[in-house]
């Protein structure tokens, strides 16, 4: 439900800007650096695959991330509703034995997901370091031949270096977008699939006008007051 109320709509903004800028910044070095625009297909593809293995694993690991975190959190409201009880028979120490326990277990998929996100952002470095590196080559080859000047190669090589960064953050954001939709689609499956905890055995309700007869009784009673 978090995901559904903050994650998504964030997650909507970021990505919109993050296309938006990736596409500025594209447009930048291909109007300054004109032969790069021939390596724009290849360079796409490569992202592509990127985001498509980054994608399959980050959701998996946010997803187990969510399950992971869900018996903390349950221990955690259990142990408040329950202080007075804990403290007065001594459990202090076996709650506190257990809340480390899940507490280190719900950390495993958030490290494995700092660990990919890392991963994400050495390899769109390594993909501008090649990008870089063919802008200077084309810059010497193309020198007096009417090629690019001085100033459009460092306007290229500055939106270049600055490409990545914003490529990583716009396949983050479009992860988090990702698995917010599909927690979407949890809560569709959990409301079709679980099944109502009413009673279906349960008599109806009795009739307005009930009880039609009554009675009171007294028998063998005695009351008295001093």
Not at 28 to 40: D, E, L, N, Q, R
Not at 50 to 66: A, E, F, G, K, P
Request: charged share 15%.
């Amino acid at each position: 439900m978090q995901l559904v109320d903050a994650s998504m709509q964030i997650g909507i903004i970021n990505t919109v800007e993050g296309i938006a800028i990736v596409l500025l910044r594209l447009i930048v070095v291909c109007i300054t650096a004109k032969y790069i625009s021939a390596t724009i297909p290849l360079t796409a593809l490569v992202v592509y695959l990127i985001q498509r293995y980054y994608l399959r694993t980050s959701r998996q690991l946010r997803i187990l991330d969510i399950e992971a975190k869900a018996p903390l959190y349950s221990h955690f409201l259990e142990t408040l509703n329950g202080l007075a009880t804990i403290r007065a028979f001594g459990w202090e120490g076996n709650f506190k034995a257990r809340a480390h326990t899940i507490l280190d277990e719900s950390q495993k998929p958030y490290y494995l997901l700092a660990c990919i996100q890392r991963w994400l952002t050495f390899v769109l470095d390594c993909l501008s370091g090649m990008l870089g590196l063919l802008i200077v080559v084309l810059a010497v080859m193309l020198k007096g031949k009417g090629g690019m000047s001085p100033g459009e190669t460092g306007v290229a090589l500055i939106n270049v270096m600055s490409f990545n960064a914003a490529l990583a953050q716009l396949i983050i954001n479009w992860t988090m977008l990702e698995t917010s939709i599909g927690a979407v689609s949890r809560i569709k499956s959990f409301a079709a699939s679980t099944q109502s905890e009413v009673r279906q055995a349960v008599r109806p309700d009795p009739m307005p006008s009930w009880p039609q007869h009554g009675a009171i009784e007294m028998e063998n009673v005695v009351a008295s007051y001093e």
